[in-house]
């Protein structure tokens, strides 16, 4: 199993751009997640989802979407870059355990996003 | 209150000493708990589920007080190798909730 991947691995976008950060699972996980991780700030959540076709909002949403058209995939789009955009963004899967909560996590190895 | 809250060192501590992380976490109907690893520039991975009734695996001991909502790793013999940020991750209260980070806590082993 590849696990969680994540493309590219890095990236230079300028202010105002549009691009979709890609990730996929091959573990047949339910839930799958984003987070952006900036210095000193931890992992905050941008968006996450429970299921093919069920997306929601984390701690911060602003200027990305997301869609969750198969189990497999989880793209995160950013519609107009700005330099507060500029971070390490994670994806990560995990499974549902019998009482709804989730598993532990497995993330991909992150892109690195540069906006100037 | 913050969801998770953790110390964020640095812990700076020589070879061979024993080390102790602490977290603190504010949904008292939390499910699941873990702790996580992070290397510079890398991606978390796990270290180890936290179990009520407390765990070791090797030199990592992991203890839970729901009472007091309050989570535990100890390091024994620390290696330069466990040089890392320790990340305390708690689960929500149901499905449909993701899971909460603390924002970690650094260790520097030294020679």
């Known amino acids: 199993n590849a696990g969680v991947t994540q493309t590219p691995k890095f990236q230079v976008l300028k202010t105002g751009q549009s691009m979709t950060l890609q990730c996929a699972q091959d573990?047949?996980?339910?839930?799958m997640s984003w987070y952006r991780q900036d210095p000193g700030m931890g992992l905050r959540l941008i968006h996450y989802s429970v299921g093919a076709g069920i997306t929601d909002q984390g701690e911060v949403p602003n200027g990305y979407n997301v869609s969750r058209s198969t189990t497999e995939d989880f793209p995160l789009r950013l519609l107009s870059a700005a330099p507060s955009q500029t971070s390490v963004y994670f994806c990560?899967?995990?499974?549902?355990?019998?009482?709804?909560?989730?598993?532990?996590?497995?993330f991909g190895p992150g892109t690195r996003l540069t906006v100037l | 209150r913050k969801e998770v809250e953790q110390d964020p060192g640095p812990f700076n501590v020589p070879e061979g000493a024993t080390v102790a992380f602490n977290c603190t976490y504010s949904n008292s109907a939390s499910q699941s708990f873990f702790w996580y690893r992070q290397d510079c520039r890398k991606e978390p991975k796990l270290l180890m589920s936290v179990y009520s009734s407390g765990n070791e695996d090797g030199r990592f001991t992991a203890q839970l007080n729901r009472a007091s909502q309050y989570i535990s790793l100890l390091i024994r013999d620390s290696k330069l190798s466990d040089s890392a940020t320790y990340l305390c991750?708690?689960?929500?209260?149901?499905?449909?909730?993701?899971?909460?980070f603390g924002k970690g806590t650094r260790l520097s082993v030294i020679a």
């Open positions: 990560a899967s995990s499974s549902r355990l019998a009482g709804g909560a989730s598993n532990e996590q497995f």
């Open positions: 991750v708690v689960t929500g209260d149901s499905g449909n909730t993701p899971l909460v």
């Open positions: 573990m047949n996980h339910e839930y």
